[in-house]
T-cell receptor, first 111, second 112 residues
Framework: EDQVTQSPEALRLQEGESSSLNCSYTVSGLRGLFWYRQDPGKGPEFLFTLYSAGEEKEKERLKATLTKKESFLHITAPKPEDSATYLC????????????FGQGTTLQVKP | DGGITQSPKYLFRKEGQNVTLSCEQN?????MYWYRQDPGQGLRLIYY???????QKGDIAEGYSVSREKKESFPLTVTSAQKNPTAFYLC???????????FGSGTRLTVV
């Protein structure tokens, strides 16, 4: 069964304190791995798609990496406005019609 | 600006009542999706449609129904058969499923 697990569930950082969020996945043939940001009471906002192990993508203070078993979302020198829930999702070749989401990591960055 | 619009933002349902959540997109996307979000459980797929007049059940379709009569619209009906409908409902669309989804702003449904 295709599965996505994110850790930690919650993360509190001081402004400027870099860290990483983890997304472990089990999928029968990865077609793509997606990262989204979700603010409270709003819909998720697309951040990155990663397709193959070794791939990296960056956007401002965020950098996503991918291995054969997991993906990391690295946050460098975070600011309070980076506070949000970060969602990871995978799509399998065997089931291209849908994304399977993890439960998310809620990040709080304190000034 | 192109986007995906969900309405209403908040919806209250009485016991035994059917309610319909609206989802409209002007992105010219072929595929549309409905997800349900509960605290600590992530997003779970209810229904999806990859083309007009066709749709498939997701993982938790029981108690829900959809239609796709137009490319732009994918309404979701929460029927009285859905025993625990209180949740945050998200509609999404995609041009190609490898380009990620564009999500609406969600509808929060509460049973009263």
């Amino acid at each position: 069964e295709d599965q996505v697990t994110q850790s930690p569930e919650a993360l509190r950082l001081q402004e400027g304190e870099s860290s990483s969020l983890n997304c472990s996945y089990t999928v029968s043939g990865l077609r793509g791995l997606f990262w989204y940001r979700q603010d409270p009471g709003k819909g998720p906002e697309f951040l990155f798609t990663l397709y193959s192990a070794g791939e990296e993508k960056e956007k401002e203070r965020l950098k996503a990496t991918l291995t054969k078993k997991e993906s990391f979302l690295h946050i460098t020198a975070p600011k309070p406005e980076d506070s949000a829930t970060y969602l990871c999702a995978v799509q399998a070749y065997s089931n291209t019609g849908k994304l399977i989401f993890g439960q998310g990591t809620t990040l709080q960055v304190k000034p | 600006d192109g986007g995906i619009t969900q309405s209403p933002k908040y919806l209250f349902r009485k016991e035994g009542q059917n309610v319909t959540l609206s989802c409209e997109q002007n992105l010219n996307h072929d595929a549309m999706y409905w997800y349900r979000q509960d605290p600590g459980q992530g997003l779970r797929l209810i229904y999806y449609s990859q083309i007009v007049n066709d749709f498939q059940k997701g993982d938790i379709a029981e108690g829900y129904s959809v239609s796709r009569e137009k490319k732009e619209s994918f309404p979701l009906t929460v029927t009285s058969a859905q025993k625990n409908p209180t949740a945050f409902y998200l509609c999404a669309s995609s041009l190609d499923d490898l380009y990620g989804y564009t999500f609406g702003s969600g509808t929060r449904l509460t049973v009263v």
